[in-house]
């Protein structure tokens, strides 16, 4: 069976999460995933978080589907020999700090010279312009910046980062989208072009209307911890064997559902009751007749009383739980994948299905500079040179 991207080649310059992240959803479906790592300086990423036998596992993730090389972009003949290799391919990620790629001879202008119908993914916290564009950026500067964090939080407590790379991932997903964009431009006008995104403002896209809000009312949206503004109730509540479960009442029907099954019939005939925006404005007393329901119950009964009675619930899983839970493993969310340093590692999947075209994870995020040699040599470089090109450090 094809993969959409089998024929893409792309090269991965990126280092931490975002662009590596975006890379490996292309490899995902096919893409040639050649990832460039310094020497000297391997990806920070293989270092992050927990390692098991000195083996970084957050780098397992990152780097699946990609060959390894290794390639001293600041010394002139590893800036030639990236140029060499760019001849021939469809994407380029990177993601440093804006002029960089220009100080070695590697902008846009010199790589469009060399390949007319290169795709340039330029990931950086802030742009490419503007007066933070040579600020170093991160995800958690995005989540600060975005208004996310403002956002998030109780009400009384301070702005909240989450304690994962959300910016970061939902600009590798950004990403992606905009290199398929690109690559169906290049389709129709033979051209390639160079994809600017910032980190910050993806994350921003997926908070919905604040700025219209603002625009439009002069609102600005409040902390409210696991509550919200548009609907009630709507929390997370601890069940009588100290698990939780969370609840949702965006439809009108369901809410009705949730205060029958709690007991609390007559509150469905307040007036108030009728309108999310109503319900929202007496959360603490929904709040406290769901609450008091379920803390008298073990999370497995009030699961299977809120699917009986067709209200919206869902337990408050860990990794654990999600290991066992049987809707997951229908889907095939979580992949065991073969590897050639830990055996086999399980991880997230490709997070979606193609039914005719499906992605995969063929292998995990391989060692430093595994692949050096056979991707270079492919370009006619023979051992010799390469073992002195290794000597001097620009292997």
Known sequence: MTAPLDGVTVVDLAT????????????????DVIKVEHPAKPDPSRGHGPARD???????????????????????????????????????????????????????????????????????GFGQVGPYARRPGFGTLAEAMSGFAAATGEPDGPPTLPPFGLADSVSALAAAYAVMLALRARDVSGAG???????????????????????????????????????????????????????????????????????????????????????????????????????????????AAFEEAQAAVAPVYDVRDILADPQYAALGTVRTVPDEELGEVRMQNVPFRLAETPGEIRHAGRRHGQDTDAVFGALGLSAEELAALRERGVL
Not at 16 to 31: H, I, K, V
Not at 92 to 117: C, D, I
Not at 206 to 217: E, F, N, S
Not at 245 to 259: D, F, N
Request: charge should be neutral; hydrophobic fraction near 45%; charged fraction near 20%.
């Open 16 to 31: 931490l999460f975002a662009g590596p992240l975006a890379a490996a959803f292309l490899g995902d479906f096919g893409a």
């Open 193 to 303: 072009q160079v994809v600017d995104l910032a980190i910050i403002e993806p994350i921003m896209a997926m908070l919905g209307p604040q700025i219209t809000w603002y625009d439009q009312l002069g609102y600005v949206q409040p902390r409210l911890g696991n509550r919200s503004n548009n609907n009630a109730p709507r929390n997370t509540y601890r069940c009588a064997d100290g698990r939780w479960v969370a609840v949702s009442t965006s439809a009108q029907s369901i809410a009705e559902r949730v205060l029958r099954l709690v007991g609390r019939p007559e509150l469905i005939d307040e007036p108030w009751f009728a309108t999310g925006s109503g319900r929202a404005a007496h959360a603490d007393e929904l709040d406290a007749a769901v609450s008091a329901w379920v803390a008298k119950r073990d999370r497995d009964e009030v699961v």
């Open 54 to 124: 000195g083996v970084g596992l957050w780098w397992k993730v990152l780097g699946r589907n990609k060959r390894t090389v290794t390639l001293n972009l600041s010394d002139p003949d590893g800036a030639a020999l990236l140029r060499r290799l760019l001849a021939d391919t469809d994407v380029l990620v990177e993601n440093f700090r804006p002029g960089t790629l220009e100080r070695w001879g590697l902008g846009p202008a010199e790589l469009h010279a060399v390949n007319p119908r290169l795709v340039i993914t330029r990931i950086s």
